[in-house]
Every structure is written in C-alpha cells, then in structure tokens.
C-alpha cells in the first residue's frame, strides 16, 4: 500500500505539486473569507435589528459574547406567545394612559410610578412574561429596539423615586419616556413585523 501511494507521489510532476498547492491555498483563502464574510454579515444585521442594544450589549460581554446572547434572546422571544391587544384592550390602556398622564400636573411622582405599573400590565396582556425588569428589557428588545433606551431611562427614574428625590425635569423626562413606549406597545403589529432600530 505505501509503495502505491509512493509510486503516485513519484509519478507528479513539481508543476502538478504546484498547482495541487495553489489550489488548496485558494480553497483556504476563499473558506476563510467566507467565514468573514458571514461573520460581518450577521452583525450588521443585529447591529441594525437591535440598534443601541447591541452597542449596550458589546460594552457589557464583548462583540462575540453579545451576538450570542442577542441571537439567544430572539429564540426566546421566538418561544413566547406575545400577541396584539383587542380593540377593547386597547381601548382601556388608551383610557388608563390618559388618566395617568392628567394626574401628572398635580402628582408627579405618582404619575411615573403608574405609568410603570401600567406599562408592566399593558407587557402582560400582550403575553410577556411576568420576569425581573433586565429580562423583561431583553425580551422587548428583540421586538422593539427603538425604545429600549427610553424604557430603561424612565424605569430608572421611577424605581428610584422612593429613594432619591428625581428633580421635575427627570420626571416630566420619564412621562415622555413612557408615552414612547405605550405608543409603541399599543400599535397593532403585523405578523413578522420587525421594528428594527433605525
């Protein structure tokens, strides 16, 4: 057996060698560039899916630690029954936003504190799950990475009111941060619909 493998390795000719070489280094380059390739592909496409939570992400793990867990993230989502509110839903988000937002003049502090508790149940009734608020905020990211930012800034705000004293500014800030986010969540999605961070 080793004399038949010998015997092709003699019957080459250096310019077969060569060419052999040159082939197999094209294979390498082109497989390696590929890899690249597709590599550079996926995180433009969660760069632009999940916008400035990607950027977050990467701060926190590192770029190839963030893809991973941003792609885990939309597996979970993917499992989740998250669904549109009914028209009469809706309806009485819209209602209880209202209320909450009139009350701000007059209680401001109350006011954002409501409005969390009613941006919760507005998560609840659309079918996330009842979780800690970082999970909850990556859950949401997958759908709606345009307000994550508003989302955790005004969520900030108001856990700490009990706290810290949050100046007026801070509040009027979070009600509007607030107002994003109901707007956003209580938009009837189609189905598929990826808002992407723009």
Known sequence: MQGYFSGIYSQMTNTQLLFAAVVLVLVIVIAVAGYIEHHRTRTLALRNRFGTEYDRAVLKSGTRAAESKLDDRKTRVDTLVIRDLGVTE??????????????????????????????????????????????RAADLSVSYPRVMENYRAAHAIAVRLGQVEAT????????????????????PQLPHEQKTAA
């Open 90 to 135: 809706r309806e009485r988000f819209v209602t209880e936003w209202h209320t909450v937002q009139s009350r701000f003049v007059d209680h401001p502090r109350a006011s954002v504190t409501e409005a969390d508790d009613l941006i919760n149940a507005l998560l609840e009734a659309r079918g996330y799950p009842q979780v800690s608020f970082e999970q």
């Open 168 to 187: 007026t500014e801070e509040l009027r800030s979070a009600m509007i941060q607030y107002r994003a986010i109901f707007d956003e969540l209580a938009q």
